[in-house]
């Protein structure tokens, strides 16, 4: 009997909601689209500046042509769809999976984003959303989604994550015992797709370089760390693309000890605070 009125309820107050709208949408001019997302019906106003709705041809033209400003591609099917297959262009129009809308009016204010799905729906839907919520930014809908961009003989791919990192020291010899304590590391890390990658490095000293770059696939990075005490530090990379893939850990352990400059430096304040032992010295050599 509960549920029971709580659904006339929750009817009740859903109808009172379009009712308002759709009172409101006949005095500003404004249509009214009503269409299923999630499971639940939401109340899409239309604007007539937004979205811009283009095709795959002009899509592909304004995403090859950094010219005309960076417009991003935003992929809004699920994250298997992604994985599978998703439009091909070159950095920095690269394409970006997005599966929190929540989050995408700040992380996408200000640009330029073309949105698409699989056919052109959820797209559109998508898009009417965030105009309705005043996106600071052009929002453009491609009709026809990936299946008309596939149609038309356009570029496709899968992302695969990086290789794990490469880590030697500046100098050849990179497994003896270091001079110092501040220590120069060459990381070189590729990605099998030649996408861009960031470094996550582990000084293995309780610090951490988090995510820095981008680098170019193959690139030797230079990166250098001063450690506070001597040892053995086991420091550990990883790399993740532009598209966020993250790939395994490389690792190497160095050494790190003083200088023999300042230990020959002790010996000599010690050996001539207990001259005596100079001879010991002498006799031993």
Request: glycine content about 8%.
């Amino acid at each position: 009997m509960k549920e029971n009125s709580f659904v006339l309820y929750k009817t009740f107050v859903i109808g009172f909601v379009i009712l308002f709208v759709v009172a409101v949408s006949s005095i500003s001019g404004s249509d009214i689209i009503l269409s299923p997302i999630n499971g639940s019906n939401a109340i899409l106003i239309e604007r007539d500046d937004c979205p811009i709705n283009i095709t795959v041809q002009e899509a592909w033209e304004l995403l090859t042509d950094t010219s005309n400003g960076i417009q991003i591609p935003i992929d809004i099917r699920v994250e298997e769809q992604w994985n599978e297959s998703f439009i091909d262009t070159p950095w920095p129009e690269h394409p970006r999976w997005f599966g929190d809308i929540e989050n995408f009016m700040e992380e996408f204010d200000g640009e330029e984003v073309i949105i698409y799905c699989t056919s052109g729906y959820r797209s559109l839907l998508a898009c009417y959303i965030l105009c309705d919520a005043g996106f600071n930014g052009t929002i453009y809908n491609m009709i026809g989604g990936i299946t008309a961009w596939i149609e038309e003989g356009y570029p496709i791919r899968n992302n695969t994550p990086p290789y794990a990192p490469g880590i030697i020291g500046e100098h050849p010899r990179a497994r003896q015992p270091t001079k110092g304590l501040t220590k120069n590391y060459i990381f070189t890390t590729s990605d099998p797709d030649g996408d861009k990658t960031y470094l996550y490095i582990d000084w293995g000293d309780g610090t951490f370089e988090e995510w820095v770059g981008p680098y170019d696939s193959g690139e030797d990075v230079k990166i250098n760390h001063t450690y506070i005490e001597q040892g053995a530090f086991l420091v550990k990379a990883k790399a993740k693309d532009i598209f966020d893939a993250e790939g395994p850990w490389g690792e190497e352990e160095i050494p790190i000890l003083r200088s023999s400059k300042m230990i020959n430096s002790l010996l000599q304040l010690f050996l001539d605070i207990f001259p005596f032992l100079k001879l010991l010295k002498n006799f031993l050599i």
